[in-house]
């Protein structure tokens, strides 16, 4: 299935071949910016396509394909557009047209081309490919026949690439495992140094918000033998885009670009707000700050909301005091927290009204210079409460507040029996 491209020609072409967990958006582009011609997507299954909802993406000028759990599963922009495949597995003629249907903005032209990887059964990716039996298909069929599995055996280096297309007699190549490894295979001039490969993927993936497993993954793949190097036990010890980019010397990047993003949300939120017509609100003395909660850059069991409640407790404060509201126009949420009689914001409006709560104690942790909990900066405190306070009594009374349509949010807590303190459903 070919996205946007009726007129893509399949002749003497140089293909990124589809790749699980590599042929994304980032890896995608970095073919094409090294000279391939066409590049396929990572399989997607239709059971996961048929749930998404098509999102455009305005800030990072991109269409998604998003689950019900939020996760982008399909991720493209015009760069790519004419150039890329989008391939989908099924086993449903229904559920396959029914992902056709979510995508029919697109044109979806007939996809008469012959992909061919030769390989039985019982054969592996170390196992040689079968020129001749290949160059059998090709000199048979009048479709395009693209020739795969080369990159073990025949293709080291860019000559490779038109010498394997020779010995199979196809139309054109398609290049996995060499162009996961470095995907500068595709350049004529010839391959360029791995660290510069390395770093124009990371600028990639973070531009375009890459989740940063698939961003590990996809460059622990390019290390290869170099993974026990000093570099490669940073990338390895990695549990964010930011630590990521720090490894590589690109921390600074890190930063100019999300800054740059949360910007442009900030901007395209209050495009939105002023479309509404909705009232303007006094907000005299609230702290605001354009930023978001990731749930990524945290550990699993910490959250700002906790580090700004172990806070207020250690200085004998009131407890923070949530007053969340939900725009009807795009149904998105905002959050105001309360702490010692200050108010603080978030000026990015979020999907959930947990998010936007963790994004305003983000703004109050951050207007305060404390730690909010992210990955390296945890806490002590949190770990020092949990350990101290063992025979709490986990019966202890908990208070809920009823909201009434309308009204504003507010969140109570729970007291645990570990003596951690952790709010009610949707923490």
């Known amino acids: 299935m070919i996205l946007n491209s009726l007129s893509l020609c399949y002749h003497n072409k140089l293909i990124l ?42 800030v990072l000028s991109t269409v ?30 229904e559920r396959a047209l029914a992902v056709a249907r979510l995508v029919e903005e697109w044109e979806l032209p007939c996809c008469q081309t012959l992909t061919r990887l030769r390989r039985k059964r019982e054969e592996r990716p170390q196992h040689p490919v079968s020129c001749e039996v290949i160059k059998a298909i090709a000199d048979t069929l009048s ?24 010995a199979t007699a196809a139309s054109s190549v398609m290049v996995a495992r060499a162009a996961m490894w470095n995907p500068s295979i595709f350049l004529k001039e010839g391959l360029r140094p791995l660290e510069e490969v ?43 885009s930011r630590e990521i980019c720090e490894a590589f010397g690109l921390g600074a990047f890190y930063e100019e670009t999300t800054q740059e993003l949360d910007a442009q949300q900030a901007r395209l939120s209050a495009k939105t707000s002023e479309q509404t017509g909705e009232p303007a609100e006094d907000t005299s003395g609230v702290i605001k700050m354009a930023v978001k909660f990731d749930r990524r850059a945290y550990p699993a069991q910490i959250t700002p909301k906790m580090c700004l409640l172990e806070w207020c407790r250690r200085e004998k404060l009131a407890q923070p005091v949530y007053e969340t509201v939900q ?48 990955l390296g900066e945890e806490s002590p405190s949190l770990h020092k409460r949990k350990r101290e306070a063992p025979d709490q009594d986990p ?8 909201a009434q349509p309308g009204d504003l949010c507010k969140k109570p807590f729970v007291a645990l029996g570990s003596g951690e303190e952790s709010p009610l459903e949707g923490w």
């Open 64 to 93: 998604d394909f998003v689950a019900p759990d939020d996760r982008v599963v399909f991720r493209t922009c015009e760069r790519e557009q004419n150039r890329v495949v989008f391939q989908m597995g099924t086993s449903d003629a």
């Open 143 to 166: 479709i395009p026949v693209i020739a795969n599995g080369g990159s073990h055996d025949h293709i080291q280096q860019y000559s490779d690439i038109e010498d394997f297309r020779q």
């Open 327 to 374: 725009r009807p126009l795009d149904r998105l949420f905002s959050s105001i927290v309360t702490v010692a009689e200050q108010k603080y914001q978030s000026t990015l409006w979020d999907k959930s009204k947990k998010l936007a709560e963790q994004a305003a104690a983000i703004v109050c942790l951050r207007s305060q210079g404390l730690p909010e909990g992210r």
């Open 198 to 240: 390395m770093q124009k993927y990371i600028r990639y993936a973070v531009q375009y918000d890459n989740h940063y497993t698939n961003t590990k993954y996809c460059l622990c793949q390019m290390l290869r033998e170099q993974l026990e190097s000093p570099q490669g036990r940073l990338l390895h010890a990695a549990q964010s």
């Open 395 to 402: 019966g202890g009374p908990r208070a809920q507040e009823l």
């Open 17 to 58: 071949a589809p790749m699980v967990r590599v042929g994304t958006l980032p890896m995608r582009l970095l073919a094409l910016d090294y000279g391939a011609d066409i590049v396929y997507c990572e399989e997607l299954i239709d059971l996961k396509m048929i749930q998404c909802k098509r999102v455009v993406n305005e």
